[in-house]
């Protein structure tokens, strides 16, 4: 059984600048959730995705987007890259019928200058 | 605002010591995840409490959830240096948005 799987490890953008994190899901699970973790703070959520739809989303600005493909890999854009959007950006993986039961991949560290 | 309240914040024991954190909501909450997470690393689930006064074992780590389902706290029996990391509560509302505590990061020195 595969893990969460996240690519790419490490990344430098500049303000301004437009970025695209990308995510495997473990092996039979449909859905996917995105975190911001700031250093020192636990993860907050940024919006999930079930069957390539978003199924709810957290206290972020649109410039965050997402997609979902049919193999149930999920990729996070955001556009217009900010100095506090530096991070560590998480992904997580469930069965819908387990929603309680989420599997992170080990996250992908933004720094943005 | 902050939805789930962790402390203490920062915890330094020394191998073998006993330590209690907590977490703790204005709201109730219908269940309580904890996780763990170590550095360069996703979080871990350790546990899913949903009971009020529930209480679970998981080797050294008893959790509990508080009667109100408002609070929870997780005791670790004579630490060890394996348990250094970030401790994280999390709470669900519909099922599909977790909300996460400010976490509590242990170092058990050995």
């Known amino acids: 059984e595969t893990g969460v799987t996240q690519s790419p490890t490490h990344l430098i953008k500049t303000r301004g600048q437009q970025v695209t994190l990308r995510c495997s899901s473990q092996s039979g699970h449909n859905t996917v959730s995105w975190y911001q973790q700031a250093l020192g703070q636990g993860p907050q959520f940024i919006f999930q995705y079930y069957r390539e739809e978003e199924n709810g989303r957290g206290n972020f600005p649109p410039r965050f987007s997402g997609l979902q493909f049919p193999n149930y890999s999920s990729e996070l854009n955001v556009n217009a890259l900010e100095l506090d959007d530096s991070a560590l950006y998480l992904c997580?993986?469930?069965?819908?019928?387990?929603?309680?039961?989420?599997?992170f991949g080990p996250g992908t560290r933004l720094t943005v200058l | 605002t902050q939805l789930l309240e962790q402390s203490p914040q920062f915890l330094s024991i020394q191998e073998g010591e006993n330590l209690t954190v907590y977490c703790n909501s204005s709201s109730v909450f219908s269940s309580l995840q904890w996780y763990r997470q170590e550095p360069g690393e996703g979080p871990v689930l350790l546990v899913t409490?949903?009971?009020?006064?529930e209480v679970k074992k998981l080797k050294r780590l008893t959790f509990q959830f508080g009667d109100a389902r408002k609070d929870s706290s997780l005791h670790i029996t004579a630490a060890q240096p394996g348990d250094t990391g970030l401790y994280l509560c999390a709470l669900s509302n519909t099922g599909n948005q977790f909300y996460f505590g400010t976490g509590t990061s242990l170092t058990v020195i050995p």
């Open positions: 409490v949903v009971t009020g006064g």
């Open positions: 997580a993986s469930s069965e819908r019928r387990s929603r309680d039961e989420q599997f």
